[in-house]
């Protein structure tokens, strides 16, 4: 099993910043595709933002240009930059393998985009 641990989240005005972090427990995150889901009130859990082990990158429509995933696997860690937040981004974040989530849910980390 691999745990993850997100945090970073927090209350932002609209077009905000914040980083998120994700550790996993275990050395072997580096042979892990990687997803960014999040879940806000009353919605299904979304895929966000997905980074294979080689870097690349993919994007849901509507973060796209706002958000970038990155990852470092000899941290065991893995991070999402979001800029230019919007009220609809609030949700709490988690992380997990993607596309499929393979391991137990986190806590995830709350962002709340408000003025």
């Known amino acids: 099993q691999v745990h993850f641990v997100e945090s970073g989240g927090g209350l932002v005005h609209p077009g905000g910043s914040l980083r998120l972090s994700c550790a996993a427990s275990k050395t072997t995150f580096g042979v892990y595709d990687m997803g960014w889901y999040r879940q806000a009130p009353g919605k299904q859990r979304e895929l966000v933002a997905t980074i294979e082990v080689g870097g690349t990158t993919n994007y849901l429509d509507a973060v796209k240009g706002r958000f970038t995933a990155s990852r470092d696997n000899a941290e065991n860690t893995a991070y999402l930059e979001m800029a230019s937040l919007k009220p609809e981004d609030t949700a709490i974040y988690h992380c997990?393998?993607?596309?499929?989530?393979?391991?137990?849910w986190g806590y995830g980390t709350q962002v709340t985009v408000s003025s």
């Open positions: 997990n393998t993607a596309p499929g989530a393979s391991f137990p």
